[in-house]
């Protein structure tokens, strides 16, 4: 199967032309931000402080990297579950945020907020080795406290992804089940 | 009398949290790979594909496999004629695993408890579990286990009526609850009878047993064979992209009830399914 090549800010035409299903290779910046730093940004937001990076345009992965080993560019990093993070993506997308990586599927809310501006990608669950070596750079942009949990800024090359929920509100963990059960139906 | 010295615990355990971190079992893979082959969905394919390079390339580089490198879990088996040197078990585990998570460069996910959540900085304590039995046996059975699949885990008790449809009902309900979020391929350890906290027990040694097994009671190896191929036709695949390479293996622990009860837990663990035996 064909791999898409995408760099981030994503534009809107990127983000129009991916497809539920597409296997997609990112590069370019992206921001990690689980559970604690949510809480966070969206504390920040209510306060009326500006958040520690510009969202606008640009990607979160939901990831809590093991620790970096001297001589290796990052630690391991798949991502995390989610679902964890719904309570807060709608503000967050609203905000400017176009692309969420992560595992599992979304509350519908987050699928209602992301129709025509976001877009949701998996990367794989426990195939961490494999993508911290696509981790070209990092640096703990905020929350330093938080450990695993803090901000970091990431210079990504060719990251495999998945795109589950598109523009169009197609989701991939729907489809795909689907489509496989089907294919067995037809036999 | 068999004697065993607190810092010999301390190595091995220690030992044991790189290799669980770095070294898929030989069973996941192997089985992993033959399910491969079986597969015929083209993003399942790739998916089992990432999957087993990715645990190549923890092996081959000394990279953690996944990057939620677990809570450790062990299975302390201990003969009643076996003494311990210069420490309890259970501080040498613990010790052990605070070695091993800082020199491994694994990550840190325990916290002090679930009210102020608190980091230990360290992993631990880890979740220890002893069983006395006769003998000079002292078996340690470590598992790493992550919460991706930790937090799709189950446990309902039945009434007897509910019967063996019941219980199948319940597992696929669980697995399809679970879907995406405990990374497929999983493996379903089933604890079935005893009481409330040994159902759960049973699921969790279910849970990280070898997936190479056979169980030696023939009623359980086929029930087991019969979940797998039920799980199998729903269609989740690796990663919840369709597929039939849902679930790699069903172990189930089976154990006496009351009259009254049915008790069944179902625990998943990931493809990333970390185990190791120490025999001292
Ligand atoms: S569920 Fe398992 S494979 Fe998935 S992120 Fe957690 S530990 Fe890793």
Known sequence: MSKIQINTPLSKDTLQSLKAGDQVLLSGIIYTARDAAHARLIAALDNNETLPFDIKDQVIYYVGPTPTKPGQAFGSAGPTTSYRMDAYTPRLIEEGLVGMIGKGKRSQEVKDAMKGKAIYFAAVGGAAALMGKCVVSAEVIAYDDLGAEAIRKLEVKDLPIIVINDLLGNDLYLSGQAAYLESKGDK | ?280
């Not at chain 2, 010999?8 to 893979?29: F, R």
């Not at chain 2, 000079?136 to 008790?157: C, P, R, T, V, Y």
């Open chain 2, 1 to 280: 009398m068999k004697k065993v010295k607190y810092q010999e615990i301390v190595m091995q355990t220690k030992i044991a949290c790189l290799k669980m971190a770095y070294d898929l079992p030989e069973d996941v893979q192997a089985k992993l790979e033959a399910m491969r082959l079986e597969e015929d969905a083209i993003l399942a394919q790739e998916m089992l594909d990432i999957i087993i390079e990715n645990a190549k390339i923890a092996r081959l580089e000394s990279r953690p496999m996944c990057q939620d490198t677990g809570m450790v879990i062990c299975f302390v088996k201990m003969g009643q004629d076996v003494q311990i040197e210069g420490g309890s078990i259970e501080a040498a585990i613990n010790e052990g695993v605070a070695l091993g998570y800082d020199e491994g460069f694994l990550r840190k996910s325990v916290v002090n408890n679930p009210i102020d959540r608190i980091n230990t900085k360290n992993n631990t304590p880890a979740v220890v579990h002893f069983e006395v039995v006769e003998g000079d046996d002292f078996i340690l059975e470590f598992a790493a286990k992550g919460f991706g699949s930790e937090n799709m885990s189950q446990l309902k008790m039945f009434p007897p009526a509910a019967g063996l449809a019941g219980v199948k009902e319940f597992v696929k309900k669980v697995v399809i609850e679970a879907g995406p979020n405990a990374c497929p391929p999983i493996i379903v350890g089933i604890g079935l009878g005893g009481t409330f906290e040994k159902c759960a027990l049973m699921a969790k040694k279910a849970a990280i047993r070898s997936v190479a097994d056979v169980n030696p009671n023939e009623t359980l190896a086929q029930l087991e064979a019969e979940l797998l191929t039920d799980i199998n036709e729903l269609g989740i695949g690796p990663q919840g992209f369709g597929g039939k390479t849902t679930c790699l293996k069903v172990n189930i622990e089976m154990y006496a009830t009351h009259i009254a009860g049915l008790p069944v837990a179902v625990n998943i663990n990931c493809h990333a399914a970390r185990h190791v035996k120490v025999v001292f």
